[in-house]
Nanobody, 126 residues
Framework: LQFDESGGGLVQPGGSLTLSCEASGERLDEFVLGWFRQAPGKEREEVSCINLGSSYTKYGDAVKGRFAISRDNAKNTWYLQMNNLKPEDTGVYYC????????????????????WGKGTLVTVAA
């Protein structure tokens, strides 16, 4: 399973970006999908998570109300819509997938995701 991440870049505070992560090599229907980020000098953190059927989504406190995760299984792709971006949102954003596990059907543990993208840089600055 490999991922092609796109959508990062430089944006002014208050602006928007949409990150995409397209998978190849296997269908995503049986994977819980997530987005993570790592700011300079900080640990990688969970940004958002979405379950198999898109019936459950989770967001980190710092991005609630501003970011939205979605998935399109037909396109084998998932997305992170980021609105009202702030300088503190700057970092490398990673997509990740976790093969469905019955004991954590709606979780995206940062230390246990099965597959990771290479990351895309998001810079929020005036």
């Amino acid at each position: 399973l490999q991922f092609d991440e796109s959508g990062g870049g430089l944006v002014q505070p208050g602006g928007s970006l949409t990150l995409s992560c397209e998978a190849s090599g296997e269908r995503l229907d049986e994977f819980v999908l997530g987005w993570f980020r790592q700011a300079p000098g900080k640990e990688r953190e969970e940004v958002s998570c979405i379950n198999l059927g898109s019936s459950y989504t989770k967001y980190g406190d710092a991005v609630k109300g501003r970011f939205a995760i979605s998935r399109d299984n037909a396109k084998n792709t998932w997305y992170l819509q980021m609105n009202n971006l702030k300088p503190e949102d700057t970092g490398v954003y990673y997509c990740a997938a976790d093969r469905f596990k019955a004991d954590r059907p709606t979780k995206c543990p940062v230390d246990a995701m099965d597959y990771w993208g290479k990351g895309t840089l998001v810079t929020v600055a005036a």
